[in-house]
T-cell receptor
Framework: AQTVTQSQPEMSVQEAETVTLSCTYD???????LFWYKQPPSRQMILVIR??????QNATENRFSVNFQKAAKSFSLKISDSQLGDTAMYFC????????FGKGTRLHILP | SAVISQKPSRDICQRGTSLTIQCQVD?????MFWYRQQPGQSLTLIAT?????????ESGFVIDKFPISRPNLTFSTLTVSNMSPEDSSIYLC??????????FGPGTRLTVT
């Protein structure tokens, strides 16, 4: 069965700093997809970044990048030059036959 | 990406009643999903709704309690039947694309008294 573990329930960093959110997962599939989603307070969930497991190159989207370690089943999200608008709940997710979400990391960006 | 709207955005309902939540998408999509999310918690998949077929329910969710309709490729409804306070939650509609990315609606915040 698929599982997704986010070991950091809550984090706080100063604005402009870099922060890394951890995620480990387990799946029996060889081809799967990994995602990070962001849910700002009282706002809609949005997709931040996606990684296909067969691609070795780490995905990047502007200030957001991932460190994908397939053998270790690790998929961390790095946010560079953090901004106040990055304050949100971040969910790691994996999909083989269906998408499974982790419990989330609540990230606070402090001014 | 898809633009998804949900109605109602929130509601307060009495125990024993039913509420139907509507989900409208601005483009045709094959796969739609319904999730439940306790505030500040993760998402739990209720069911997958594909147009033209019966919804597929996840373990712990049954059609009698959460009937789903999917009359066309842009619309779906989820009904929460015979509600109890334990059904108080946020209900989210989501659609998927061929890259397995999912896009979410704004959610319906349900409070059962």
């Amino acid at each position: 069965a698929q599982t997704v573990t986010q070991s950091q329930p809550e984090m706080s960093v100063q604005e402009a700093e870099t922060v890394t959110l951890s995620c480990t997962y387990d799946t029996s599939e060889s081809n799967y997809y990994l995602f990070w989603y962001k849910q700002p307070p009282s706002r809609q969930m949005i997709l931040v970044i996606r990684q296909e497991a067969y691609k070795q190159q780490n995905a990047t989207e502007n200030r957001f990048s991932v460190n994908f370690q397939k053998a270790a089943k690790s998929f961390s999200l790095k946010i560079s030059d953090s901004q106040l608008g990055d304050t949100a709940m971040y969910f790691c997710a994996t999909r083989d036959d269906k998408i499974i979400f982790g419990k989330g990391t609540r990230l606070h960006i402090l001014p | 990406s898809a633009v998804i709207s949900q109605k109602p955005s929130r509601d307060i309902c009495q125990r024993g009643t039913s509420l139907t939540i509507q989900c409208q998408v601005d483009s045709q999509v094959t796969m739609m999903f319904w999730y439940r999310q306790q505030p500040g918690q993760s998402l739990t998949l209720i069911a997958t709704a594909n147009q033209g077929s019966e919804a597929t329910y996840e373990s712990g969710f049954v059609i009698d309690k959460f009937p789903i309709s999917r009359p066309n490729l842009t619309f779906s409804t989820l009904t929460v039947s015979n509600m109890s306070p334990e059904d108080s939650s946020i209900y989210l509609c989501s659609v998927g694309n061929p890259h397995y990315e999912q896009y979410f609606g704004p959610g319906t915040r349900l409070t059962v008294t």
